[in-house]
C-alpha cells in the first residue's frame, strides 16, 4: 500500500510543479509578404532579384561602420530599375526576430520602412507609420541614435533600438558594398 502512495504523491509531486513552470507563448503576426511590401515601397518599378554575398572583410568594414554585428552574411534584395534596393532583412527584437523591408534609394537614402513580421508579444507600435518615417531620407552619414535622431517608444524600446541599429547596419552596407555594384 505504501508504494501505490508513495507513486501517487510523486505522480501529483510531477503534476503540480509542471503548472508552476512558466509557459513560453509564440506570438508571431505577419503584416505583409514581400511581394507586398515591394508593392509598397516601389510602386512603379520592377525590382530584380539580387541576391549579395558579403566577404568577411565586408562584414568586418560594416561591423566597424555601424557598430553592429553582421548576423547573416546574405543579403536578400532586389535592384530597382533606377539604381536602388530593397532589401529583406532580419533584427531581434526583445527576445524573438522582426522581420524588415527597407527600400534604399541609388543615392543611398532609405525611402521606407515595412515590417513583414513581428514576433513579440509586446512592442509592436514600431508598426505605426510616424514611427517608421523618421527614418525617411536617412543615410549613412548620419549615425543613428534612439531618443536623439530616432524617437523612442516606451514599451517598445529594445524593438526600436535594434530597429535603428539595423538601419544603422544597412546603411553603412549600401555605402560600403551595395553602392559598389554595377546595374
Same mark, same amino acid.
Given at each position: 500500500?505504501?508504494? *501505490?502512495?508513495?507513486?501517487?504523491?510523486? #505522480? *501529483?509531486?510531477?503534476?503540480a510543479?509542471? $503548472?508552476a513552470?512558466?509557459?513560453?507563448?509564440?506570438?508571431?503576426?505577419?503584416? %505583409?509578404?514581400?511581394?507586398?511590401? +515591394? !508593392?509598397?515601397?516601389?510602386?512603379?518599378?520592377? *525590382?530584380?532579384?539580387?541576391?549579395?554575398? *558579403?566577404?568577411?572583410?565586408?562584414?568586418?568594414?560594416?561591423?566597424? %561602420?555601424?557598430?553592429i554585428?553582421?548576423?547573416n552574411?546574405?543579403?536578400?534584395?532586389?535592384?530597382?530599375?533606377d539604381g536602388?534596393? $530593397?532589401?529583406?532583412? +532580419?533584427?531581434?527584437?526583445?527576445?524573438?526576430?522582426?522581420?524588415?523591408?527597407?527600400?534604399?534609394?541609388?543615392? #543611398?537614402? &532609405?525611402?521606407?520602412?515595412? &515590417?513583414?513580421?513581428?514576433?513579440?508579444?509586446? #512592442?509592436? +507600435?514600431?508598426?505605426?507609420?510616424?514611427?517608421?518615417? +523618421? $527614418?525617411? #531620407?536617412?543615410?549613412?552619414?548620419? $549615425?543613428?541614435?534612439?531618443? !536623439?535622431?530616432? !524617437?523612442?517608444?516606451?514599451?517598445?524600446?529594445?524593438?526600436?533600438?535594434? &530597429?535603428?541599429?539595423?538601419?544603422?547596419?544597412?546603411?553603412?552596407?549600401?555605402?560600403? &558594398?551595395?553602392?559598389?555594384?554595377?546595374?
Amino acid at each position: 500500500m505504501s508504494m *501505490l502512495r508513495r507513486r501517487f504523491l510523486k #505522480g *501529483l509531486i510531477a503534476t503540480a510543479a509542471s $503548472f508552476a513552470l512558466p509557459i513560453q507563448v509564440s506570438f508571431a503576426k505577419s503584416y %505583409l509578404t514581400i511581394e507586398q511590401a +515591394q !508593392k509598397i515601397l516601389w510602386p512603379e518599378q520592377k *525590382l530584380t532579384p539580387a541576391p549579395v554575398d *558579403l566577404t568577411e572583410q565586408q562584414a568586418d568594414l560594416i561591423e566597424d %561602420l555601424s557598430d553592429i554585428r553582421v548576423r547573416n552574411h546574405h543579403i536578400n534584395s532586389w535592384r530597382s530599375e533606377d539604381g536602388g534596393w $530593397f532589401i529583406v532583412d +532580419q533584427v531581434i527584437g526583445k527576445h524573438e526576430n522582426i522581420d524588415l523591408a527597407v527600400a534604399i534609394s541609388a543615392e #543611398g537614402k &532609405v525611402m521606407g520602412i515595412e &515590417v513583414l513580421t513581428y514576433r513579440e508579444t509586446y #512592442g509592436d +507600435q514600431i508598426m505605426h507609420p510616424k514611427w517608421r518615417a +523618421q $527614418f525617411h #531620407g536617412k543615410d549613412s552619414s548620419e $549615425f543613428l541614435k534612439l531618443d !536623439k535622431q530616432i !524617437k523612442n517608444i516606451s514599451g517598445a524600446t529594445l524593438s526600436c533600438r535594434h &530597429v535603428t541599429d539595423g538601419i544603422n547596419r544597412l546603411n553603412h552596407t549600401w555605402s560600403s &558594398v551595395l553602392s559598389k555594384i554595377a546595374l
